[in-house]
């Protein structure tokens, strides 16, 4: 079955970087779009970052220029390098893809951004 898990969060203090990774298993992963998604207490779920099978990608602008995704199809793994964090980047970080319409988590990995 379809499997992502997320590592790499932890306690970073500010203008500090993490890079995240998320295994997937189950599917031909490298066919498909996989995202990072993260929410923090109290808020929505925010989109964070995206990479197509081709390799383009996304930010919204609240990331832009801090955070890159990248992945690796002969690892089965995506991952999402983050620089300049912010203390309101703290939240959980999980990566997401969705197959035949079906959207698949991890569990997330929390990162807290805080001196």
């Known amino acids: 079955q379809v499997q992502l898990v997320e590592s790499g969060g932890g306690l970073v203090q500010p203008g500090g970087s993490l890079r995240l990774s998320c295994a997937a298993s189950g599917f031909m992963f490298g066919a498909y779009v996989m995202n990072w998604y993260r929410q923090a207490p109290t808020k929505q779920r925010e989109l964070v970052a995206s990479?197509?099978?081709?390799?383009?990608?996304y930010y919204p602008d609240s990331v832009k220029g801090r955070f890159t995704i990248s992945r690796d199809n002969a690892k089965n793994t995506v991952y999402l390098q983050m620089n300049n964090l912010k203390p309101e980047d703290t939240a959980v970080y999980s990566c997401n893809t969705a197959l035949r319409g079906i959207p698949y988590w991890g569990k997330g990995t929390l990162v807290t951004v805080s001196s």
């Open positions: 990479i197509t099978s081709s390799s383009s990608t």
